[in-house]
């Protein structure tokens, strides 16, 4: 009797242990490369690597440092306020004193812009009948894609969203499109009413002559060892990352994603005119795609132009360059390091509605 309990115990402890022993090797764990940081600066090392589940001690997850020996010899470039594109009236640039989200005190540019494109036209955005061709209209972005809003995206949107309520048009064809500011400002609403069911809706340059939308950006980067993530909702007072992902070199904003699923359940499409943007009468004109419309500035060494910079300063790039070639080495904010720019981001793809995933560097406060 003694005997089987005792041996029933060893079996016990014996099926624990090789329990825990399979768990710690077939544990759900997934490797990924970790980068050496010598000089502690929260930068990795590209040359040196490990894989591993969790970070080894003096590894970083970044692969962003280009001199591993020094920590304050990492290439930083400073926001150069001389690429923004001014006519004397669409924006000023000021510096002012500012603290950064990781308590830098230092000096920010402030950009206070009309939002009204110096290199472009806006609009348009709704073609008025469906037989218009895509010169007459803007844009959607669904899915990763760049849809032209023609008179005949108009008249597929039944079929496009497998949905029949869709019928913006008319029986000549006429495309129904807000008329007024205020059918502007209403069918914008997050509420709007059932009379704005199809409605292509369209804010018009005329609705914002006296916009000043305002941008403060750190003029000397900072780099911080884990990003800051853009919040989707979520109660307020609990992050203080700005939603605006930067600013182009024109002065329109680069917003955050658009909330195409708002619209669309709404049954109304707000267009982007083909450079990405569109109107509305609190922010102005502003960008929710870069598709390479906007004022860039080439580079000498065949990387991608630089479109703007990301609100901690960093500078924002076309996503490919002349050849087509998409940067491979990008981190979860798109960003990269290279020994002519330093830290900076590429953007996002057009379809995608939307610039870059984080903000690597402190923003201003
Ligand atoms: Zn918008
Ligand atoms: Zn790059």
């Known amino acids: 009797m003694m005997r089987l309990t005792i041996s029933s115990l060893v079996i016990t402890f014996f099926g624990f242990g090789i329990l825990l022993s399979s768990c710690g090797e077939d544990d759900a764990c997934v490797e ?6 010598v000089d502690g600066d929260g930068l990795g090392n590209p040359e040196v690597t490990f894989e591993a589940c969790e970070a080894p001690a003096g590894y970083v997850s970044n692969s962003n440092d280009l001199d591993d020996d020094d920590a304050t010899n990492t290439l930083v470039i400073d926001v150069d ?14 510096t ?5 989200s990781d308590g830098t005190v230092t000096k920010c540019f402030q950009v206070v812009s009309n939002s009204v494109p110096v290199d472009h036209d806006m609009g348009p955005w709704c073609p008025s009948n469906i037989s218009d061709d895509a010169s007459e209209g803007g844009i959607w972005l669904e ?5 032209d809003v023609d008179g005949a995206f108009i008249e597929n949107m039944a079929n496009f969203y497998g949905d029949a309520t869709w019928k913006m048009y008319d029986d000549e064809g006429n495309v129904y499109i807000t008329e007024t500011q205020q059918d502007c400002i209403d069918a914008a609403n997050p509420n709007v009413g059932d009379e704005y069911q199809n409605f292509c809706v369209e804010c018009l340059p005329s609705y914002i002559t006296d916009i000043a939308v305002s ?10 060892n884990t990003p800051a993530q853009y919040q989707m909702g979520g109660p307020p007072g609990m992050n203080t990352i700005p939603s605006t992902r930067g600013i182009a070199l024109n002065g329109v904003e680069f917003s955050a994603p658009a909330p195409v699923n708002n ?10 005119d083909d450079a990405g943007g569109h ?11 870069a598709t390479g419309v906007s004022y860039a500035v080439e580079q000498s060494d065949g990387h991608p132009p630089l479109i703007g910079y990301a609100l901690d300063g960093y500078g924002i790039y076309a996503r490919t360059d002349i050849d087509g070639n998409e940067p491979s080495d990008l981190d979860e904010c798109r960003g ?30």
């Open 263 to 272: 619209i669309l359940g709404a049954y109304t499409l707000a267009p982007f």
């Open 81 to 94: 306020e001389t690429l923004f594109q001014s006519d004397g009236n669409n924006l000023t640039i000021t």
């Open 336 to 365: 990269h390091t290279d020994s002519v720019r330093g830290y900076h981001y590429h953007v996002d793809a057009a379809g995608n509605n939307n610039f870059i995933n984080c903000l690597h560097g402190a923003y201003a406060n």
């Open 32 to 37: 990924v490369t970790w980068y050496q940081d």
């Open 215 to 224: 941008f403060l950006i750190p003029i000397t980067p900072v780099f911080q």
């Open 143 to 147: 899915g990763g894609e760049v849809y």
């Open 96 to 100: 002012v004193d500012c603290t950064l």
């Open 279 to 289: 109107i509305n009468v609190n922010q102005g004109y502003h960008y929710h795609a």
